[in-house]
Nanobody, 112 residues
Framework: VQLVESGGGLVQPGGSLRLSCTAS????????MTWHRQAPGKAREWVAT???????FYTDSVKGRFTASRDNAIGTVYLQMNSLKPEDTAVYYC???????WGQGTQVTVSS
């Protein structure tokens, strides 16, 4: 039972990245899925929530720039990140809220 993130990398300010998180060994079709991030020297913070029915919720700092989505058929959730800022630099994690399963994280660095 695991979640595996991918899609991180180095991007210039104003750029975009799409993170993916794929479940292995279980189905999250009825589960709440979340994205979090942890910047260097800071606590992990919540970024977005995707309810099973499709509703999404975001922390204020990413509203209008990030879009979370899920494809239950292939067991993958996504985080589309646009208009990236240096303060978005962090390790990004997905989580299955119902089982408290975390992914290993993927590094996102926004820098010129």
């Amino acid at each position: 039972v695991q979640l595996v993130e991918s899609g991180g990398g180095l991007v210039q300010p104003g750029g975009s990245l799409r993170l993916s998180c794929t479940a292995s060994g279980f189905s999250f079709i009825d589960h709440i899925m979340t994205w979090h991030r942890q910047a260097p020297g800071k606590a992990r913070e919540w970024v977005a929530t995707m309810a099973p029915g499709g509703a999404t919720f975001y922390t204020d700092s990413v509203k209008g720039r990030f879009t979370a989505s899920r494809d239950n058929a292939i067991g993958t959730v996504y985080l589309q990140m646009n208009s990236l800022k240096p303060e978005d630099t962090a390790v990004y994690y997905c989580q299955d809220f119902d089982t408290t399963t975390w992914g290993q994280g993927t590094q996102v660095t926004v820098s010129s």
